[in-house]
């Protein structure tokens, strides 16, 4: 069901590689709500070909960039605004890769190249993207940045490796920039610590399942979906917002806030 939300926006959708992304599913969402939109992903994920197919759904072109070049990311802004004619109303930053965990290296024992790279590619990129678009004057006032984020950022998910220092680096850009973009321009930069989600991300951590389940009897609610992500993400691009910025929100069906629920102390007793 649409309700127009974003009816006349326009903005940038980072990180879609498959049906399953968050971001995917959040550029459709989008489109059902009004909005016009620009794809972008880094060129390694492009041929694979899928973003195309969803390209061709939502009628976005697609501009690949890799967020680790300032060229590329520079390439991004440029082109987007030739695109839409001007400026723009949001982005969202879909972002995520842990080299050490993809080499297989543990927290303990990781390799600081690996780790710049992580790091650039997973948190300082959202500082690239906003200070390019500072720089260019490519966001109108009173637009939105949302990124996303784990709650590894706040608590010990061992697995969850170096990426948990990437998400407390990302939720700490939101924020400082959030600052500085609002005083300037009403830009207002949210993070949105999303629940478990099986996406090539997430699967991507070790013993993904067992997390997921815990996680599911650790939260009232249940996990929120991808699709459940989508109507939040929608809620924040939208004018409804407007006053909220410089927040990491969770979005988890209330698995932050619980100490321990019965189906876990069930668990625990048997
Ligand atoms: N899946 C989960 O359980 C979960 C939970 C909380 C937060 N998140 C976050 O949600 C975001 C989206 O992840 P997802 O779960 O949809 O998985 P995904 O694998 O579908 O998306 C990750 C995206 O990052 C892109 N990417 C990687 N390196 C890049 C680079 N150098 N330049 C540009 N893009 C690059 C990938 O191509 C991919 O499209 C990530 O920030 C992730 O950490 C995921």
């Known amino acids: 069901m649409s309700y127009n939300l974003l009816k006349g926006k326009k903005g940038i959708i980072f990180g879609a590689l498959d049906e399953n992304s968050i ?6 969402r989008c489109h059902e709500e009004g909005a016009e939109i ?8 492009m041929r694979m070909g899928e973003i ?30 030739e695109h839409f004619g001007g400026s723009f109303d949001f982005i969202l930053h ?10 297989g290296k543990s927290y303990t024992e990781i390799d600081y ?23 260019k004057d490519a966001l109108k006032e009173w637009s939105s940045v949302v ?6 950022a706040q608590r010990v998910f061992p697995d969850y490796n170096e ?35 099986r996406t090539t991300a997430g699967s991507g951590v070790k013993g993904f399942d067992g997390f ?8 009232p609610l249940g996990n929120a979906s991808a699709a459940d992500c989508a109507n939040y993400i929608v809620s924040l691009f939208s004018d409804l917002t407007k006053m909220v910025t410089m927040q990491n929100l969770f979005h988890d069906g209330g698995f932050s806030l619980t100490g321990v629920s019965h189906a876990v102390i069930e668990q625990m007793e048997k």
């Open 212 to 219: 997921m389940n815990y996680a599911e009897f650790m939260s």
């Open 52 to 81: 195309n197919k969803l390209a061709e759904k939502i009628n976005a072109p697609v501009i690949p960039c890799d967020v680790s070049s300032d060229d590329d990311v520079t390439n991004l802004i440029d082109k987007t605004m």
């Open 23 to 28: 971001a995917w599913i959040t550029a459709l």
């Open 147 to 152: 990124a996303l984020t784990y709650i590894a």
């Open 94 to 103: 879909s972002i995520g890769m842990s080299v050490n965990m993809r080499k």
């Open 38 to 45: 620009v794809l972008t992903n880094a060129p390694v994920a």
């Open 163 to 197: 990426m948990a220092d990437a998400k407390a680096l990302l939720e700490s850009v939101a924020r400082s920039f959030g600052y500085h973009y609002g005083l300037k321009k009403h830009v207002r930069i949210n993070t949105i610590s999303q629940s478990p989600t």
């Open 113 to 135: 190249g690996f780790n710049a790279k992580t790091l650039d590619i997973s948190a300082i990129s959202l500082h690239r993207i906003l200070a390019t678009c500072m720089k």
